[in-house]
T-cell receptor, first 114, second 112 residues
Framework: GAGVSQSPSNKVTEKGKDVELRCDPISGHTALYWYRQSLGQGLEFLIYFQGNSAPDKSGLPSDRFSAERTGGSVSTLTIQRTQQEDSAVYLC????????????FGPGTRLTVL | KQEVTQIPAALSVPEGENLVLNCSFTDSAIYNLQWFRQDPGKGLTSLLLIQSSQREQTSGRLNASLDKSSGRSTLYIAASQPGDSATYLCAVNYGGFQKLVFGTGTRLLVSP
């Protein structure tokens, strides 16, 4: 079946602009995660959704970052007033339920802030 | 602080060799541990998931072990092939909200 998909695959934006990144999880997966992979920081957790609620937002680096999930499916990560340090690959993952299940990752969105 | 470390950072071997990648983690109270591979410019592919109650998992030429008491996991790759060349990431689920804490990875190159 279809895996996790993300769009766009690449995004180049100017400093100060807002961007939206989209994640379509595997159908039926209730848990959804956003991670960020950058050269200096490795792979780091941003936010976790169970259904439409986000019980863990501890990884969001600043209040410029927000995310939502609707219908227990699609999620959008929004970065406002982008800064150069936001440049990274943003990865989305989903799992059937929280806890014991494998997390399946999408191909990522490469964000470049000029 | 929960940390995951992978050694070595890079490894180069000739085709056919058996090899071991190492992962160590602080705090033995883990929920599970997952091994991934990442090809350049691509996302992560899940290889093996070991629950905290398990000692090892096998899939084809891959075998992953877990020793919670010593805070270690190893990924054994038998009869390596050039197609195994990738970065291998170890990730620990410490429970709670199930977020993964990733190691820095081992970049593997298998030469023909």
């Amino acid at each position: 079946g279809a895996g996790v998909s993300q769009s766009p695959s690449n995004k180049v934006t100017e400093k100060g602009k807002d961007v939206e990144l989209r994640c379509d999880p595997i159908s039926g997966h209730t848990a959804l995660y956003w991670y960020r992979q950058s050269l200096g920081q490795g792979l780091e957790f941003l936010i976790y959704f169970q259904g439409n609620s986000a019980p863990d937002k501890s990884g969001l680096p600043s209040d410029r970052f927000s995310a939502e999930r609707t219908g227990g499916s699609v999620s959008t990560l929004t970065i406002q007033r982008t800064q150069q340090e936001d440049s990274a690959v943003y990865l989305c993952a989903s799992s059937l339920n929280r806890g014991t299940d494998t997390q399946y990752f999408g191909p990522g969105t490469r964000l470049t802030v000029l | 602080k929960q940390e995951v470390t992978q050694i070595p950072a890079a490894l180069s071997v000739p085709e056919g060799e058996n090899l071991v990648l190492n992962c160590s983690f602080t705090d033995s109270a883990i929920y599970n541990l997952q091994w991934f591979r990442q090809d350049p410019g691509k996302g992560l592919t899940s290889l093996l998931l070991i629950q905290s109650s398990q000692r090892e998992q096998t899939s084809g030429r891959l075998n992953a072990s877990l020793d919670k008491s010593s805070g270690r996991s190893t990924l054994y790759i038998a009869a390596s092939q050039p197609g195994d060349s990738a970065t291998y990431l170890c990730a620990v689920n410490y429970g709670g909200f199930q977020k993964l804490v990733f190691g820095t990875g081992t970049r593997l190159l298998v030469s023909p």
